[in-house]
C-alpha cells in the first residue's frame, strides 16, 4: 500500500499564492498516476488536476486551469501542486489520491472520479479570504 501526507495549506488572501506537497511512501511507483482532489464539508469530493506516471500527462478541472499547476518529482516521490490567483471558491480541504484501480487506458477517461482511486492523505486545509 502507498501512504501520503499532503502540507503546504494555509490562510491566504484572495490572488494570492500556495504550493501543495503530497509526499508518498509505502509501495510506491513513478508509473502511478497521481491526482488533486477538493472537499468542502457536506459536499462531494471534486476532481482538481490529475498527472500521469510516465508520461506525466496533466489534466485540470475547467475551474482552476490557468491557475494551478501539478507537477512531480519522482526522485522525492512528491507530487506538488502550485496554485495561484487564488479566489475564495477555493477554500476547502485538499487531497491527494493514488492507486488507481483499471488498467491504464481507461486512466485518461476516469481520472476525474475520486472513487477509482484507493489510496488517499489525510488532507491540507487551504482557506482563500476575500
Known amino acids: 500500500q502507498v501512504q501520503l501526507v499532503e502540507s503546504g495549506g494555509g490562510l491566504v488572501q484572495s490572488g494570492g499564492s500556495l504550493r501543495l506537497s503530497c509526499a508518498a511512501s509505502?509501495?510506491?511507483?513513478?508509473?502511478?498516476?497521481m491526482a488533486w482532489f477538493r472537499q468542502i464539508p457536506g459536499e462531494r469530493r471534486d476532481f482538481v488536476s490529475a498527472?500521469?506516471?510516465?508520461?506525466?500527462?496533466?489534466y485540470y478541472a475547467d475551474s482552476v486551469k490557468g491557475r494551478f499547476t501539478i507537477s512531480r518529482d519522482n526522485a522525492k516521490n512528491t507530487l506538488y501542486l502550485e496554485m495561484n490567483s487564488l479566489k475564495p471558491e477555493d477554500s476547502a480541504m485538499y487531497y491527494c489520491?493514488?492507486?488507481?484501480?483499471?488498467?491504464?487506458?481507461?486512466?485518461?477517461?476516469?481520472?476525474?472520479?475520486?472513487?477509482?482511486?484507493?489510496?488517499w492523505g489525510q488532507g491540507t486545509q487551504v482557506t482563500v479570504s476575500s
Open positions: 498527472m500521469t506516471g510516465i508520461a506525466s500527462t496533466t
Open positions: 489520491a493514488t492507486c488507481p484501480q483499471g488498467p491504464d487506458y481507461h486512466y485518461r477517461t476516469n481520472y476525474p472520479s475520486a472513487a477509482i482511486y484507493d489510496c
Open positions: 509505502g509501495r510506491t511507483s513513478s508509473t502511478y498516476p
